[in-house]
């Protein structure tokens, strides 16, 4: 079955940083952009980071430009976010997202997310 499995989320200083990754199973992953998503309490969950197939275009929200850099490993089936310069306002629960469109219909798969706290 689809499986999407986000690692790396922890408790973080302001200034530090940390990878996020996201193991995909079960599922062709080199077919599908992948996402990174976050929800912080309280707010709507939104997206962070966005990569296509290749790995040959990426895009960011304005809030990370130049803090966060996306990648990804079609021979490992897995995306990561290096998150760099963590500010308070990055604490949330982040989510890996898969999508493709195929045939006039989205295809989405989510992770479970997981924790980043950026706490001094």
């Known amino acids: 079955q689809v499986q999407l499995v986000e690692s790396g989320g922890g408790l973080v200083q302001p200034g530090g940083s940390l990878r996020l990754s996201c193991a995909a199973s079960?599922?062709?992953?080199?077919?599908?952009?992948m996402n990174w998503y976050r929800q912080a309490p309280g707010k709507e969950r939104e997206l962070v980071a966005a990569i296509t197939t290749t790995g040959g275009s990426t895009n960011y929200a304005d809030s990370v430009k130049g803090r966060f850099t996306i990648s990804r490993d079609n021979a490992k089936n897995t995306v990561y976010l290096r998150m760099n310069s963590l500010k308070p306002e990055d604490t949330a629960v982040y989510y890996c997202?898969?999508?493709?469109?195929?045939?006039?219909?989205?295809?989405?798969?989510w992770g479970q997310g997981t924790q980043v706290t950026v706490s001094s």
């Open positions: 997202n898969a999508r493709r469109f195929i045939l006039g219909n989205w295809y989405n798969f």
């Open positions: 079960g599922f062709t992953f080199s077919n599908y952009a």
